[in-house]
């Protein structure tokens, strides 16, 4: 045989037929098919192939391949639609998955497991979405049982500019592994949206379920999962707006293409006197399609001052040509109009870390003067992620401006663009009824405004709604719906709405639409806020209300009136027996407004009332809430 034209040298293709040539048929044809799956792997890969065969006839046989479940927990909608076009990945490459929702899984099906893909957002101030919390419980409590023959991978849905950043999915991804599961791939972070490597991360996943290589990460800038399935049944499914992370929205606008929308009244609805403004504002939305409960998106545009800012401290040019997400523009317009200029997360601190080169003594001066060197800054910067707690205080109210100054490091524009975070929408519960105003979306907006080293700062979406005008202007909207925060189905079921400031703006819309419907049952608003004078949101709104029967009791609190601070819980709590009476009647609660400390004082109220007017203990009454917000007797839309 002449080997002048294979591959190999004369010596080796020796030894290749001194190993083939006692082999029978049977045996030839299992090594060339075991060759044939063995050349489709990556370069310098020649690991056994774990769960392939080849037969006596050379194809590939698989043994049966564990089954996958892709198990989600999410609460606004993304990790759902990324668990759904996961699914779709998986049978496009001809991955066996089941999809399930954490919301209504059995935990005790996790021993049973044998492959999970976690999907899990973060929500609160690092914690599971309450979706997410039972089988959250269940993995990190005493019963969590061990875990050795499942494999997994957890992707993790968050928002960089959160102090506990994916938080919930990094605590799946170490649980599973302590609880002796097989970690198939390290847990991918995601910041807010889908970008390539999230992406690559899960096509190489089912790659590797499969025993493929992995392929190589996707550079191009703007590639898109919908391209990637172009032309195939998951692609056309997908094509709408597989990469837009806002729950599908009936009409054709959305986050990616949001509705202009004409600013057609902006009044505030504080009274004089009062020190700060919350804007009640009607959009003209024709086209939008929303349901009461529903929150609107809104793509805000940085202020020319700031922008200016960014600019004097980097010394950057304005006309600067720069790429942000694969988009040419001038410097300028990037930092007004796709980055995110008006506050901090603590990762871009070991970004600039990471930007500052090593070698000394170089002298940087910043605008006001002082002069720095290098390794002071990176000394500095350094100092400050070494406690996250200090670092949380020093993020808190400062922007990029005030890092700079700071902490002076020379930029070029692209180090500058590549440090700062896209420019999110901020959201806004709305404030109306799609049946009471046909094509209008109404918002009640708090002003943010506060001062932080010496700079009046305005927070960047309401600054830049209080600047729009009623002269014609418009204001990027989409929506997004939210469909954990619903009128009852039955609209004779009475409701309580608990809420304080802005967290009274989906009551108005749940009212607005009651009052159209026959039927409606019995409506509770218990609001709270600083002022009754100047700060009563809507105050005449529910005054008529109430008259008209819409509104059926109401009770207020306003915390600075008195000697002492009156909340709302305290209010629910003077009223606990009747609070209780509806509760046992079937009322729906809802609870709207900050996060923070609201939502858990008056979860605690609740709690309270369970045990002193139902005779529960307190592990008793956390089961009956915990099982009320199962069965949406309970809603919370807090922020
Ligand atoms: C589902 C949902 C519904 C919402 N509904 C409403 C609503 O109906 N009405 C409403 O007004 N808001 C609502 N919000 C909040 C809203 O989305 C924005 O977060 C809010 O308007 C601030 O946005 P901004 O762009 O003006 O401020 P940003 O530019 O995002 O700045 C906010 C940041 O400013 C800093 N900051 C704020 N105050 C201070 C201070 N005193 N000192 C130092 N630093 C400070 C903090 O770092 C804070 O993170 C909702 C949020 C969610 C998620
Ligand atoms: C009120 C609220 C609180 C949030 N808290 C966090 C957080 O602490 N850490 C984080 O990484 N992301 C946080 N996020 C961002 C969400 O995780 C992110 O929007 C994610 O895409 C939501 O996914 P889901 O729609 O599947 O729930 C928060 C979002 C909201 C609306």
């Known amino acids: 045989m002449n080997v002048t034209n294979n591959p190999f040298s004369e010596e080796e293709f020796n030894v290749f037929q001194q190993l083939l040539a006692p082999l029978d048929e049977r045996q030839l044809a299992w090594v060339a098919g075991y060759l044939a799956a063995l050349s489709v792997r990556a370069p310098g890969d020649r690991t056994s192939l774990p769960e392939e065969h080849p037969d006596s006839n050379g194809t590939l046989q ?60 973060t929500h609160g101030d690092g914690e599971p979405p309450f979706q997410a919390k039972t089988v959250y419980d269940f993995l990190h409590g005493k019963r969590a049982p061990g875990l050795s023959r499942l494999e997994y991978a957890v992707f993790a849905l968050g928002d960089s500019s959160y102090f506990h950043f994916c938080k919930t999915g990094k605590e799946f991804d170490s649980r599973l592994a302590e609880l002796g599961a097989r970690r198939l791939r390290p847990v991918q972070l995601s910041d807010v949206d889908i970008k390539p490597e999230d992406e690559s991360w899960l096509k190489e996943f089912f790659g590797q379920l499969k025993g493929e290589p992995a392929a190589a ?60 403004t919350t804007l009640h504002i009607e959009l003209q939305t ?26 004097a401290v980097t010394g950057l040019q304005a006309g600067e040509k720069v790429e942000v997400n694969g988009v ?23 970004k600039l870390i990471a930007l500052i080169p090593d070698e000394e003594p170089v002298s940087l001066s910043s605008p006001d003067g002082a002069v720095a060197t290098r390794s002071d800054t990176k000394t500095g910067l350094a100092k400050l992620t070494e406690n996250p707690s200090a670092l949380q205080e020093y993020l808190y109210g400062r922007d990029i401006v005030d890092l ?3 902490f002076p490091v020379k930029l070029t524009a692209a180090q500058l663009t590549g440090l700062l975070k896209p420019l999110q929408p901020r959201y806004y519960s709305i404030a109306s009824s799609p049946n009471a105003f046909p094509g209008e979306v109404h918002l009640t907006v708090a002003l943010v405004g506060y001062e932080k080293n010496g700079r009046n700062k305005r927070g960047t979406c309401t600054g830049f709604l209080s600047d729009v005008t009623t002269d014609d202007e418009t204001v990027p909207v989409f929506i997004e719906s939210n469909p954990h925060f619903r009128l009852p189905d039955d609209p004779s079921t009475p409701i309580i709405m608990i809420g304080a400031g802005t967290g009274i703006a989906p009551y108005r819309a749940f009212v607005q639409e009651r009052e159209l419907t026959p039927g409606a049952g019995k409506s509770w608003l218990i609001f709270g806020n600083r002022h009754f004078e100047t700060e009563f949101l809507y105050q005449t709104e529910w005054q008529n209300y109430l008259k008209s029967g819409a509104l059926t009791r109401m009770d207020v609190a306003f915390s600075r009136d008195g000697a002492q601070p009156v909340y709302v819980q305290h209010r629910m709590l003077e009223n606990a027996k009747e609070l209780y009476d509806w509760i046992a009647m079937g009322a729906q609660v809802y609870i709207c407004g900050d996060m923070r400390k609201m939502a858990a004082d008056v979860q605690q109220a609740l709690s309270t009332i369970l045990q002193q007017e139902g005779g529960l203990s307190a592990g008793q009454a956390q089961e009956e809430l915990d099982l009320m917000q199962r069965e949406r007797r309970l809603q919370l839309d807090v922020y």
């Open 62 to 121: 698989s043994t049966p391949a564990k089954k996958l479940t892709i198990l989600y927990g999410s609460r606004t909608g993304n990790g759902a639609n990324l668990a759904k076009i996961a699914l779709r990945m998986a049978v496009e490459q001809g991955v066996e998955a089941t999809l399930k929702n954490m919301e209504d899984y059995p935990v005790k099906s996790l021993e049973q497991e044998e492959r999970l893909l976690v999907i899990v957002s």
């Open 286 to 311: 024709e086209g939008l399609t929303y349901l009461p409960g529903d929150s609107a998106g809104i793509i805000p545009v940085n202020s020319e001052q700031l922008t200016d800012e960014v600019l």
């Open 217 to 276: 990460p996707v550079r191009q800038a703007g590639f898109k999962l919908a391209k990637a399935l172009k032309g195939t049944a998951a692609g056309s499914v997908l094509k709408s707006n597989a990469l837009d992370r806002s729950p599908a929205n009936p009409a054709s606008y959305n986050r990616k293409n949001p509705l202009q929308a004409r600013v057609f009244e902006k009044i505030n609805l504080h009274g004089r006197g009062s020190d700060r």
């Open 404 to 406: 700079l100054t700071d």
């Open 328 to 350: 040419q523009s001038e410097l300028r317009e990037a930092l007004q109009r796709h980055l995110e200029i008006g506050k901090l997360t603590p990762d871009q601190i070991g």
